[in-house]
């Protein structure tokens, strides 16, 4: 797959305490430090088992007496399955039944943790602009802010995750609750024990490792694709470059220039400047690209009281009267069934518009149809990343529709496009199709089409979802790939913090895990999973899976 070289080339808690700043991070260090030396008095020194129990106390309110305000705080909001609701209360119950050491290592593991986590978060944020070294500035700080932005690095996979855990949460504590019954009626074992045990499940379900690297890997994704110019504005667009099955194209501006240049004018009638003139005024009111071309060209003024009975025909040209004169300006084409005698087309290059006034010929005007050399292999890519159909949208007529169609490769082809009928047909496909449906245009709509991704090939655009700098067109391929990449690591990410919890479940049941090795694994799986959304630049490992079972 071609790629253009660059030119010069979580969430453990509805509130994540305020521990970003480097003097917060040196007051945590700070308040760990002394919780850690009291922990250890606590318990190598001999002491009255109650003095003990206050140092533990005093170890687990220095570690996180913030952590005990959050989950206060989530009380009120009405927010009773909050991961730290669910640590302070397993940490409270634990010293009232006996196990006070691990109730005080719980809550000093879980602040080590959470310190941990919001390292490796800002390393990975931080590693992920750095991606963007040789694009320049505006592109720099415009990830910048997204990457700071909640909502545009948030994805549906997470809320999905969040739901499925909670709904795991709260079953497993009605089964814990049931576990922690039952265990002494058909055991030897004490309530102590199947109460102690029952709350370490309870802990391992809280989805600590599940969701916090689920944002970070659509950040990474997003630096990675806008360091090959394409700049996707959110994280919901990533998921859907991922599932999408189908690429509408406009032509102009893509596959050929949107304002075509004026190669030549011919007239045997009339001197230039007239016959100017009057093409001038044929085109005024189309929305065709031709008419870009003569604007673009013309530099007196019009007349607009002159024109009337205006009718556009995309792809074929214009009708009108002048003054009370019907006149027309087409390709060859719009004049294929009329009694107009057209001088033979003897241009190498471009494509001939010919003015006809009053059923007469009077003379033609050449544009150039180029077509842009970088995205002669962009079809062929796009369909190698998965996308099933590639739809052409031009305003060019049927044969000339159909001719670069067939050149391109596209799937399907639809001609004499406008604005209101390309976002009808885009409308049409959106309601028949099963995957995500893409829409790459250049300029002429303003406003979001029924697409779920909107591509804008262009320094700006309102409406888009995506960004794409004309020189870096034919990167959209490597963007779909990033797509599925962060997709892919995601659900690693999800898949490998589920098992540990499952294996940290069975191990609870049978008695060889405890709150302060179930909180230390969780929190490793959390870090583990946020270093691993790097991997977004690499292939993922259900990729590699994939591509060695089918070989």
Known sequence: MSQKPEKNKHETMKKKPENSAPNNNTMIVIRLVVASVIFAVSLIVKMPEFLSIILLVLAAAAAGYDIVLQAMNSIEEGEYFSVPVVVVFIALLSYFIGFAIEGAALILLYQIGLMLINYAEEHTKKS??????????????????????????????????????????????????????????????????????????????????????????????????????????????????????????????????ECPRIIAMYSDILDSGTFMNFVAHSVYYSDQPIAKAIAAAFD????????????????????????????????????????????????????????????????????????????????????????????????????????????????EMYAQCDTEKKLGI??????????????????????????????????????????VAPAYINNLPFAKQVAVRVKEIAIENALFAFIVKAILVFLSIVGYCNLWFAIFIDMVAAVATILNTIRVTNESLLTTLRYKMGR
């Open 128 to 257: 992920a602009l750095e991606l963007l070294g040789y694009q320049d500035e505006a592109v720099k700080a415009k990830m910048a802010a997204l990457v700071s932005d909640k909502e545009a690095t948030s994805m549906s996979l997470e809320s999905v995750m969040k739901s499925s855990a909670g709904s795991a949460l709260k079953l497993a504590m009605v089964l814990s609750v049931v576990y922690a019954v039952a265990l002494p009626i058909f055991t030897n074992y004490t309530y102590i024990v199947s109460i102690h045990r029952a709350l370490t499940i309870i802990l391992i379900a809280t989805p600590m490792s599940v969701v916090v690297s689920i944002p970070l890997a659509a950040i990474v994704g997003m630096c990675y694709s806008a360091q090959q110019g394409v700049v996707i504005e959110k994280a919901s667009s990533i998921e859907a470059l991922a599932d999408s099955t189908v690429a509408i194209f406009d032509k102009g501006g893509i596959f050929a220039d």
């Open 426 to 467: 885009i409308s049409d496909i959106v309601k028949r199709e099963k995957g995500a449906v893409l829409f790459i245009y250049s300029s002429g709509v303003e406003t979001h089409s029924d697409a779920a991704v909107d591509i804008r090939v262009g320094s700006k655009g309102k409406f888009a979802d995506a960004i």
């Open 300 to 411: 007196q003024d019009y007349r607009l009281d002159v024109i009337s009975n205006f009718r556009d025909i995309p792809g074929y040209g214009m009708e009108l009267s002048i003054d009370g004169i019907p006149v027309s300006f087409g390709t060859r084409e719009l004049y294929s069934s009329r009694e107009v005698e057209l001088p033979e087309d003897n241009a190498a290059i471009g494509q001939a518009y010919y003015m006809v006034v009053a059923n007469k010929y009077v003379g033609k005007v050449v544009v150039s149809s180029e077509v842009n050399e970088e995205t002669e292999n962009l079809i062929p890519e796009m369909k190698a990343t998965g996308i099933n159909r590639c739809i052409l949208l031009t305003e060019d007529s049927k044969e000339v529709g159909q001719q670069f169609a067939e050149l391109m490769n596209f799937n």
